[in-house]
Every structure is written in C-alpha cells, then in structure tokens.
C-alpha cells in the first residue's frame, strides 16, 4: 500500500525560478515529515523536516509546507539552482510506528541554467 | 565527522548464494535502520534496531534478517538470494525514538545473477 504518494515523477523549471515539489499522503497517524535528496550513485540526503505541529518549516532556500486537512505537504526551492537538479523523495512515520518510515516513489527535479 | 558507512559499495552475487553487508552509524546513534530501494521507487524499509534490539520489521521474507552489535553497528544478511533481490540497500542512523530524523549512508548496490 502506497501511503505517501508523489504524483509528478519528474519536473523541469529554469535556474532562478521556484520548484514546487507535491506529496500527498493517507495515513492520518503520519506526524514527522521529511525530503530527502538523492544523486545518482549516492545515499538520500536529509534537506527538510517538518512536524505535524507545524504548516510551515524555513531554511534558507528551502520552505516545506503542511496541509493536515489535506494530507498534503510540498517543497518550496527558491531560487532554485541546477545544482539542486536530483531526485527528491518525501518521507512519513507515525509516533506509534515510527521505525517504520514511508517514502514516496521520488521526483526528479531538473534545473536548467 | 564521518557519516553512516556502508560496506561493501558493489557486489555481484549468483542466486542461491547468500550475502551480508555491514553498516557503521554516526556516532551517537544507537538506533540503525535497513531499506531496500529498486529503481523507479523509493526507499522500503526492511529492519529497524535500537539498543541491539529489533525494532521494527518491514514486509520482507525471512531470508533476510539482520542484527546489531555492542557498537551499533549492523549487519543485514539475505539468504538464498533471487535475481529480483537486485537493488540498493541502504542503512539509515538516528538518535532513535519518535520525530527524529534519519541519516542514510552511501548505500550497497547488490547485483544477483
């Protein structure tokens, strides 16, 4: 079962411009959120988290936001650079579950300079 | 300060055989995490252990199992290894408990043939 779903398995923005990166989920426990950013030939890598307490979580160029009542979140890069060109995957656990972490199937961001 | 190291980087297996990869975590960590990620999708959780205990289980057959050392380390064996076992395996390290985020390493690519 697919609890944590990206729906846009690639998108391309131009360098300078914002990249908007979707992720929807369906377990309602979910309260820990996370991206994760991945090269080629390399481990993910932690970017963002942010906590069911929160709608919004800020560093620097990166922004992740919370809609609960939607089971939504999204990543905000601005402005995005070509090095942030990788695969980006959104994460989920539960406080009952949270040896478990759910990801999604992961977006490819390209950045055109 | 040295991240989560994974060993071996490669490796080529036949089926049948068996195969054990081995995870250091940062320091500090005492809770080590195992995912299996396949092209095209994201990361799925296999094993989760803290303090040498297991944690948690993912839905995976029982040749796979893993274990923890006094040093927190971690080895993940497969046995009886089927061509579809092909994939990165990734360990993961964290503080451990609820809302803590995990930092994976460079992972083992596994190739059975």
């Known amino acids: 079962d697919q609890q944590v779903k990206q729906n846009s398995p690639s998108l391309s923005v131009q360098e300078g411009r914002i990249s908007i990166l979707n992720c929807d989920y369906t377990?309602?426990?979910?309260?820990?959120f996370l991206w994760y950013k991945k090269y080629p030939a390399e481990g993910p890598t932690f970017l963002i988290s942010?906590?069911?307490?929160?709608d919004k979580n800020e560093d620097g160029r990166f922004t992740v936001f919370l809609n609960k009542s939607a089971k939504h979140l999204s990543l905000h890069i601005v402005p995005s650079q070509p090095g942030d060109s990788a695969v980006y995957f959104c994460?989920?656990?539960?406080?009952?579950?949270?040896?478990?972490?759910?990801f999604g199937a992961g977006t490819r961001l390209t950045v055109k300079p | 300060d040295a991240g989560v190291t994974q060993s071996p980087t490669h490796l080529i297996k036949t089926r049948g055989q068996q195969v054990t990869l081995r995870c250091s975590p940062i320091?500090?960590?005492?809770?080590v995490s195992w995912y299996q990620q396949v092209l095209g999708q994201g990361p799925q959780f296999i094993f989760q252990?803290?303090?040498?205990?297991?944690?948690g289980r993912g839905n995976f057959p029982d040749r796979f199992s893993a274990r923890q050392f006094p040093n927190y380390s971690s080895e993940l064996n497969v046995n009886a290894l089927l061509l579809g076992d092909s994939a990165l395996y990734l360990c993961?390290?964290?503080?451990?408990?609820?809302?803590?985020?995990?930092?994976f390493g460079e992972g083992s690519w596994l190739t059975v043939v």
């Open positions: 993961a390290s964290s503080l451990g408990g609820t809302g803590n985020t995990i930092y």
């Open positions: 377990n309602s426990m979910f309260d820990y």
């Open positions: 942010i906590s069911s307490i929160k």
């Open positions: 994460a989920a656990s539960d406080p009952f579950n949270n040896n478990d972490m759910r």
């Open positions: 320091s500090g960590h005492k809770s």
């Open positions: 252990y803290y303090e040498k205990e297991e944690r």
